[in-house]
């Protein structure tokens, strides 16, 4: 996830409100048995939201077609780019509008899923989508919301927050109220089996991530505990071969479904210093955040070992599927490894050569702040402490002195 989520935000919505999970259908042809859900709900004239890409390479054309031969009165916004603006959301709403859409059905990355959230719930608002910015702005339900995401990874489809840039003030606008939790979400296979290798990997990664932080935040929920230790090890399992084999279904389902599963257990127990950090190293260097996260993880577990030594060695006991006779020491330190060897698996990068020692500085001060803001961590890291890390990353070592 790319959002910081203030953590008095996530105590407050964790506690106050019922978990909502999306209705899921997973597997091949999901996207359109979630069109025909979508239409059986009693939605008539959805605004579909695209990436581009989704319509330049004709993988939006069966839905469209099934929307046809139903009579369905859809319209298409295919204007989705990395990292959206407010100009889309609002060009989005001004379409709905137009259309008198009584649904939004989305297909693509996390970025095209945010906007979707942003529409859904400015169209019932009566609001600027810029009103919604912040915590729990939204009064009335959204539209209804059904996600098909096409990378496995930020999440999106559901968690509770969105981010969008906003050119006029140069910063990340955030939102996040529990009503943009998307009604029903589709993992579909035939869509994710062309995700390229690196892409699969870099967004497998930033869903470990977001399991692994979440299982040692010191927030704690039953369920999303054990949705995150279930994340971790189907990723562990199912994302090499997912890496290796685009086509392997059973992998990609698995590696969604993971990633499914790891964003509810964030959007209810927060992220850690692995996010805290690869957003500021996104922010200066354009790095890919799945990479980022990936690169910044092996460091960020050794820093924490010690504070969170009884929660890594559970999530390898886990991984062994018995309990196990080795002190807690050793099973944390086997996991650790574990990670190591999946990044080496997965051709992850030791180190990132963008990376300026000039910079560090103030990219260390803006993780602690956004740690400090945002997450219940196990233990606080001192600046030193994540220049140690940056340090390390740019000498390509995972082993870390702290
Ligand atoms: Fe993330």
Not at 117 to 127: D, F, H, I
């Amino acid at each position: 996830m790319r959002a910081a989520i203030n953590k008095w935000g996530i105590k407050f919505l964790a506690g106050a409100f019922p978990a909502n999970k999306p209705t899921l259908i997973t597997g091949s042809g999901a996207m359109l048995k979630l069109a025909k859900l979508m239409m059986n709900s009693g939605v008539q004239r959805p605004l579909i939201i695209a990436d581009g890409f989704m319509t330049q390479s004709g993988k939006l054309s069966a839905l469209t077609q099934l929307l046809k031969d139903a009579n369905c009165q859809f319209t298409v916004f295919d204007e989705v780019v990395p990292n959206p603006t407010m100009l889309e959301v609002e060009n989005s709403v001004i379409l709905a509008q137009s259309i008198q859409a009584d649904g939004i059905f989305v297909v693509g990355g996390g970025s095209a899923i945010d906007i979707a959230k942003v529409v859904a719930a400015t169209l019932t608002n009566g609001s600027k989508p810029k009103k919604l910015i912040g915590m729990m702005r939204v009064r009335n339900k959204p539209l209804p919301l059904f996600a098909v995401p096409t990378t496995s990874g930020t999440g999106s489809e559901v968690t509770v927050a969105a981010v969008i840039s906003d050119p006029e003030s140069h910063q990340k606008a955030f939102f996040l109220d529990p009503d943009f939790v998307p009604l029903a979400a589709g993992l579909d296979t035939d869509l994710l089996a062309s995700l390229p290798p690196a892409i699969t990997a870099y967004t497998g990664m930033d869903a470990l991530t977001h399991a692994i932080e979440a299982y040692i935040a010191r927030v704690h929920f039953n369920d999303a505990q054990s949705d995150a230790l279930t994340a971790i090890r189907l990723l562990l399992e199912y994302l090499p071969r997912a890496f290796k084999n685009g086509t392997d279904l059973e992998a990609r389902e698995m590696v969604a479904l993971a990633s499914f599963m790891a964003g509810y257990a964030f959007s209810k127990q927060g992220l850690g210093y692995v996010h805290a950090i690869s957003h500021q190293l996104s922010a200066h260097y354009n790095t890919p955040h799945g990479l980022a996260n990936a690169v910044v993880l092996p460091r960020v577990l050794r820093f924490n070992k010690p504070h969170c030594l009884k929660q890594l060695a559970e999530i390898e006991s886990a991984i062994l599927g018995k309990d196990s006779v080795l002190p807690e020491q050793q099973l944390a330190n086997n996991f650790i490894k574990r990670i190591d060897q999946l990044s080496d698996e997965l051709q992850i990068d030791k180190s990132l050569d963008s990376l300026l020692e000039k910079d560090f500085f103030k990219i260390a001060k803006q993780a602690l702040r956004e740690a400090n803001d945002s997450y219940s961590v196990p233990k606080a890291m001192k600046l030193k402490q994540v220049i140690r890390i940056l340090d390390a990353v740019k000498a390509g070592e995972r082993e870390v002195a702290f």
